[in-house]
């Protein structure tokens, strides 16, 4: 049996975000393989990182199990599993333990440790961030630690890669924190902010694949943003609809035209512009007809098929495509590929709670059940 080496695992690593599903399978199995023939915990930490980079967007209860495990191998407070396949058991020690010991360690000398402890920080949160029970005002502060420790080390070390993380910690966490912190903000003002802050990584990363990535983000996460924006009339609410596909539209131009692109971030770019054509449709300012819509949404279920339908945002993407269908009188097709997002749901249960009410609304109303 071939067994990789831990530097041959972080060299294909290096090109996660652009693996399609089977590759990353293949890279989840040869983990599998390594985990057992590392004795050191820092070694062992970086192989529980990378594994739980392969659960997240599945099961998130699972993915948060592992990079708290990751966490604790590297603080050296838990006795390590045998197996890769262990770590999903959940450990004994809270997330309040597990934080206070983060928060006193001194890595200041030790860059590589620093920013592995600061990536399983980032990514433990985000697995938080996608579990229904967790996403909660209840657990702001505890959010608060996570990401502000994380980027606090990310600012303090000399590495490159520093500069991907924090831009990425600020495109995925900024939102979420002030829906949990304030009833309201003032949209507008926020992503003027957002851009500001976000601008010298932009010019950090150029126009490599990690630039790209961030530019395109940056237009998708404008258009959530705008969808808080308050509207005096139908008008205004048309145009800014308009505006927001504008901007998820140049997202997914930015995904389209650069090679290696993230294949989820893609198939979310195109949810995300046909879902605004859809809405732009219904209050009668179209930018697409309904037939080109379609044609998007089928594009996205073969898309996400192809991916084995493996993120817990999928349920969500499945729900447009059932509106698309029913907006076309294609009941049962609408039938059919609801009956698919409940199953998804199921896979993804601590995370498609809102989903799932929908997605029974929408079976009631049509009387398909």
């Not at 860059?111 to 961030?129: C, I, M, N, V």
């Not at 966490?173 to 912190?181: A, D």
């Not at 749901?345 to 809102?354: G, I, Y």
Request: aromatic residues 8%; charged residues 25%.
């Amino acid at each position: 049996m071939c067994v990789n080496s831990l530097e041959q695992l972080e060299q294909r690593f290096a090109q996660f975000d652009s693996m399609q599903k089977t590759e990353r399978e293949a890279f989840e199995q040869d983990l599998v393989k390594a985990y057992p023939n590392e004795s050191s915990l820092y070694r062992r930490a970086k192989i529980l990182h990378m594994y739980g980079r392969c659960l997240y967007g599945g099961d998130m209860r699972k993915s948060s199990e592992v990079f708290r495990r990751s966490m604790a191998t590297q603080l050296d407070i838990l006795e390590h599993c045998k197996t890769l396949p262990e770590s999903v058991t959940p450990i004994s020690v809270s997330d309040d333990d597990l934080m206070q010991v983060a928060e006193r360690v001194d890595l200041k000398s030790q860059h590589d440790e620093a920013f592995l402890l600061a990536k399983t920080l980032r990514w433990l949160g985000h697995s938080y961030q996608n579990i229904d029970a967790m996403a909660k005002k209840d657990n702001l502060q505890l959010f608060k630690r996570i990401y502000g420790l994380a980027r606090s080390i990310l600012e303090n070390i000399p590495l490159k890669d520093a500069n991907w993380e924090i831009g990425q910690l600020i495109y995925n966490t900024e939102r979420f924190l002030h829906s949990l912190e304030y009833s309201e903000i003032d949209v507008r003002q926020f992503l003027k902010t957002l851009h500001i802050e976000m601008a010298p990584y932009l010019e950090k990363e150029g126009e490599s694949l990690r630039g790209q990535v961030l530019r395109a983000q940056l237009h998708n996460i404008s258009a959530v943003y705008l969808r808080d924006v308050q509207c005096a009339d139908e008008q205004e609410e048309a145009q800014l609809l308009q505006q927001q596909y504008t901007e998820v539209v140049e997202a997914r131009r930015i995904a389209t035209g650069t090679p290696g692109f993230n294949p989820f971030l893609q198939i979310l770019f195109l949810h995300n512009s046909a879902n605004l054509a859809l809405k732009c449709l219904d209050k009668k300012c179209p930018v697409q007809s309904l037939e080109e819509i379609t044609a998007s949404l089928n594009q996205m279920m073969h898309e996400m098929k192809e991916q084995q339908f493996d993120h817990c945002y999928y349920p969500g993407m499945c729900i447009t495509a059932a509106r698309a269908a029913l907006k076309s009188q294609n009941h049962e097709e609408a039938k059919k590929i609801l009956v698919l997002a409940e199953r998804l749901c199921d896979s993804f249960k601590d995370s498609c709670q809102d989903d799932l009410i929908e997605i029974h609304q929408l079976q009631k109303d049509n009387a398909f059940c």
